[in-house]
């Protein structure tokens, strides 16, 4: 953070389906790569367990797996400034969430559940997840007490304007965005981990979505896309990554790519 301005990054790692190990070394390799300067990064939907695994989804040890993955990326990242956010499915009481857990110094700031659960097309998410409501859960997850609730805003203490909101994927192409509501609250910069789909003409689409949506609210919108690793039994994932600041596209991936993407966000611009 300097003179106002920080740096973000959207990364998409090459993941295997299902291999909670194998998923957290490739994230744990982009976050160590980052630019030492980033101060927010953002990974794909579900990226520590992969978005495809089915009903694996169900198994206890898939989700004991993604738990201790995220402890792991805790411990390996306690001396890095770098606010880190990965996908995860967590188990709360009978339900399954689909959340992003928000990583920072080796602690875990809260876990953000998915609140639009898609259900048409190619699309089976009811079957696996529940959508978030607006209790907040106080749990122990990664060793760790921590919030899981969906309205949570994430505030720097050194620069209060830069105030983070978390949405994932179907948040976004929803009626009601949760960003909406973050953004009336105070969020200058909103994430969106996403495993969004290819089809005949949505790359344009979820890119004017992305641009359209950092003008409405004022604000930074990151998109972290799935890509290389996820099963193509039914579905394509191109890794299509974005930041847009304020209406206007500031990065954006090649798609069919892995990797990671950059900008500056001047928060006095969003604020």
């Not at 920080?6 to 389906?17: F, L, N, S, W, Y």
């Not at 989804?57 to 990242?77: C, M, N, S």
């Not at 306690?78 to 990583?103: E, H, K, M, Q």
């Not at 799935?226 to 299509?240: M, P, Q, R």
Request: glycine share 8%; aromatic share 8%; proline share 4%.
């Amino acid at each position: 953070m300097k003179d106002g301005f920080i740096r973000v990054a959207a990364a998409t790692p090459k993941i295997k389906v299902a291999d909670c190990v194998h998923n957290m070394q490739e994230i744990l390799g982009i976050i160590k790569s980052a630019p030492e300067d980033t101060s927010l990064l953002v990974f794909p939907e579900l990226c520590i367990t992969g978005y495809t695994c089915g009903d694996l989804l169900f198994q206890p040890a898939l989700l004991r797996a993604a738990e201790d993955a995220v402890a792991g990326i805790l411990e390996q990242t306690t001396d890095i400034d770098t606010v880190v956010l990965v996908g995860l499915p967590v188990a709360v009481r009978s339900s399954i969430f689909n959340c992003a857990a928000v990583c920072q110094h080796g602690k875990l700031l809260g876990l953000v559940p998915k609140s639009y659960i898609p259900n048409y097309s190619e699309f089976y998410e009811m079957r696996y997840f529940a959508p978030a409501d607006d209790e907040d859960y106080h749990i122990c997850f990664a060793g760790q007490d921590t919030v899981l609730g969906r309205n949570q805003l994430f505030v720097c203490r050194s620069m209060p304007d830069f105030c983070l909101g978390v949405e994932i994927c179907e948040d976004l192409w929803a009626i009601h965005q949760p960003s909406q509501n973050l953004a009336e609250s105070g969020a200058t910069v909103i994430a969106n981990l996403s495993a969004s789909t290819e089809g005949i003409g949505k790359p344009g689409y979820r890119h004017q979505l992305v641009e359209m949506q950092s003008a409405r609210l004022v604000c930074a919108y990151l998109l972290a896309d799935a890509g290389e690793g996820e099963s193509t039994t039914d579905v394509v994932f191109s890794g299509h990554n974005m930041i847009a600041e304020n209406g206007v596209m500031l990065a954006e991936s090649k798609r069919y790519t892995n990797g990671i993407i950059t900008a500056e966000i001047d928060i006095a611009h969003v604020s």
